[in-house]
């Protein structure tokens, strides 16, 4: 066993840490103040669609729609140059179209590519603040007709398939009467709260943020490379998406879906 494997061995398991050993050295006061504030930004499930927006008027909102920040009135600029055709630029497909689901080829391909560990050192292919790696990762085939969550463990390159009463995962997902059309799969990035505030404390919270949008755009490259398409929504009550993960809400903190599918015409 290499310094690096020694260093994160706990609970028996090379490159596993027991939750009981993680919430012996968690401070609850901090976990409940970051979890208050994260909150301050949930869904409850009955928000009205419309009710989401918290601009006085459509008029208002539009106008902020796409546009920079200019820091400098009236400062110099330095055009860049064209170096692609902009029609061939990947945008998020506003709606997916019924497609086969993927198979463990496919999804095998996708983790390996964009989230499994080096087997020697434990590194995962994206960034994370003193190594922590606090953001869990989730997966859901949504072409099944009872899907069941399966939770990836980086480091053996596996899922650990978790027991859920959920009912309605697609309205958990994505909201009621979502526009997204028939996505076949999601990643769901949650963050472990005690994980996260272990070491770094407040500036954690932060640097968790930051891995899981690097851990977004890793799977945007690999769901690319298996012919299909994603995009991000947020639309989700935290403690119904929890719930029906089988996690306590006040340590597991639902961040973002990332759903798959084929895009529409």
């Known amino acids: 066993m290499n310094k690096n494997q020694s260093d994160a061995y706990a609970g028996g398991c090379v490159g596993e840490i027991s939750w009981v050993d993680l919430m012996g050295r968690s401070d609850l006061k901090l976990m409940h103040e970051v979890s208050t504030f994260h909150h301050r930004g949930s869904f409850l499930r009955t ?6 927006r918290y601009m006085p008027s459509t008029e208002d909102s539009a106008s902020w729609m796409s546009r920079d920040t200019v820091m400098v009135q009236g400062g110099i600029l330095m055009e860049l140059l064209d170096s692609c055709d902009i029609e061939q630029l990947r945008r998020s497909p506003i709606r997916f179209k019924a497609c086969s689901p993927l198979d463990m080829k496919g999804i095998s391909k996708i983790f390996s ?3 499994r560990s080096d087997p020697e050192t434990l590194l995962r292919p994206y960034p994370s603040g003193g190594r922590i790696y606090p953001i869990e990762l989730f997966f ?4 099944s007709s009872q899907p069941e969550p399966l939770h990836y ?7 650990e398939r978790l027991s859920s009463e959920c009912s309605d995962w697609e309205s958990a997902l994505l909201g009621p009467q979502h526009p997204w059309g028939e996505p076949v799969a999601a990643l769901i990035y949650v963050l472990n709260l005690p994980k996260s505030l272990v070491k770094y404390r407040y500036r954690g919270y932060r640097l968790a943020l930051i891995e899981a949008g690097c851990m977004m755009q890793q799977g945007s490259t690999a769901v690319v490379e298996v012919g299909l398409r994603d995009r991000i929504t947020n639309a989700f009550s935290d403690n119904e998406l929890a719930a ?3 996690l306590n809400p006040a340590c597991f903190l639902p961040i973002a879906v990332q759903i798959i599918g084929k895009p529409g015409d």
Do not use: Q, V
């Open 113 to 115: 590519m964009a989230f």
């Open 153 to 159: 463990l980086h480091n053996r390159h596996a899922f």
């Open 244 to 246: 029906c993960l089988g």
């Open 47 to 52: 928000t009205p669609i419309e009710n989401r």
């Open 140 to 143: 859901l085939d949504l072409s």
